[in-house]
């Protein structure tokens, strides 16, 4: 079967129609502007991406420097290019540019992409047989089957006329078999060389140490999986509420229905609720903080931020990455020349 980037392209646009049939689309794919679908490339860019979904995006912005994360390239991106993506996803246009058809299938998550990828994927396996697919459910029987224990005989023990057998169905227990022309017999067990009696049967003393490793790996193994579930769905939730508010210099969790003084509360991001701060103390900022902090200016106001989104508090302003020149002109105060001072965060600094 010969395969085409086309059909690869009509793949991609009828997986999007089945997850908007489906109600499975983001907001940036369901609400289609390019405004949103900006915002969604951002949010998308703040989890760990491959190298091909890297090189994704770069080919759609058009930017070939490979030292720029593409959470800055798409920040800095004009979002009147995502235009003819919408008009395609409208069927407003036949068919579209690749790098737009490439884009689209990571911001699905198609789970093979690139088109070349796709390709040689289906003229192997045919494009029936797609992963991620449901598959039928097989049921296999396991039957367990139960080996007897050895049972470890002194050389110096006396001869007995006792004989053992294993319980059909039992757990590995032995049975001593009665007879009765024979008389109750005690089994005689040598240990460290002297001999006892003992009414337990003739496991009485024999340690399994076998099972009991065993148990005991599986007790620790049970033990350590429950406490690892435990801190990773800690990390993963927050201790209370879906949404949150911006409390000074971070993010907060609370629940949707508490309302807070001046707070505007709104709804839970985990990625912001970790990772997005505000830097009090500018002073730390240096050349290497370039591609990880970001700031805003508002009003002659300057704040530095730990990473990219809107601004906590006005909100209508998006951040931007910092660069060299703010770094110079309102950390390290290069060439300036004017005596007004320049608001940092909490802090006013005189320009000299």
């Known amino acids: 079967m010969v395969m085409l980037f086309k059909d690869y392209e009509q793949q991609i646009l009828k997986a999007y129609e ?25 949010k998308k860019c703040r989890h760990s991406l491959s190298k091909l979904d890297e090189q994704v995006i770069r080919d759609f912005c058009g930017e070939p420097d490979t030292s720029k994360s593409c959470q800055t390239i798409i920040a800095r991106f004009d979002a009147d290019k995502f235009k003819p993506l919408i008009n395609f996803l409208n069927r407003k246009s036949e068919t579209t540019n690749s790098k737009n058809v490439e884009l689209l299938a990571w911001l699905m998550d198609f789970p093979v992409r690139p088109g070349a990828k796709w390709i040689k994927y289906v003229e192997k396996n045919g494009i029936d047989n797609m992963p991620g697919e449901e598959k039928e459910e097989v049921n296999v029987e ?12 002194d050389t110096r023990q006396e001869t007995s006329s006792v004989s053992v057998k294993l319980v059909s169905g039992n757990t590995g227990i ?57 801190w990773f769905l800690s990390q993963q939730t927050p201790p209370n509420g879906s949404c949150m508010y911006w409390k000074e210099d971070h993010y907060e969790a609370i629940g949707c229905d508490h309302r807070i003084p001046g707070a505007v509360i709104i709804g839970l991001d985990i990625e912001l609720l970790k990772n997005f701060q505000k830097i009090t103390m500018p002073d730390t900022i240096t050349y290497a903080s370039l591609e990880k902090v970001w700031y805003s200016k508002i009003d ?43 608001q940092v965060g909490t802090k006013n600094y005189s320009k000299v």
């Not at 908007?20 to 490339?41: I, M, S, V, Y």
């Not at 396991?142 to 080996?147: D, H, N, S, Y």
């Not at 990219?308 to 020349?337: A, E, S, W």
């Open 174 to 230: 032995p049975e001593i078999p009665t007879n009765q022309n024979t008389p109750n017999v005690v089994p005689i067990i040598k240990e460290h060389g002297h001999n006892k009696q003992t009414g337990k049967g003739v496991l009485g003393k024999i340690k399994d140490t076998s099972i009991n490793k065993v148990a005991s790996a599986m007790i620790l193994s049970l033990a350590i999986g429950t406490s690892g579930i435990w």
């Open 18 to 42: 089945q997850k908007k049939d489906d109600h499975e689309l983001p907001h940036g794919l369901l609400h289609l502007t390019a405004a949103n679908l900006r915002d969604e490339c951002e």
């Open 300 to 342: 002659n106001k300057i704040e530095f931020f730990t990473a990219y989104g809107r601004h906590p508090v006005i909100m209508k302003y998006k951040l931007r990455p910092i660069t060299i020149y703010i770094i110079d002109k309102y950390i390290f105060k290069k060439n300036t020349q004017t005596n007004n001072s320049l």
């Open 142 to 153: 396991v039957k367990k089957t139960i080996e007897p224990i050895p049972v470890l005989s």
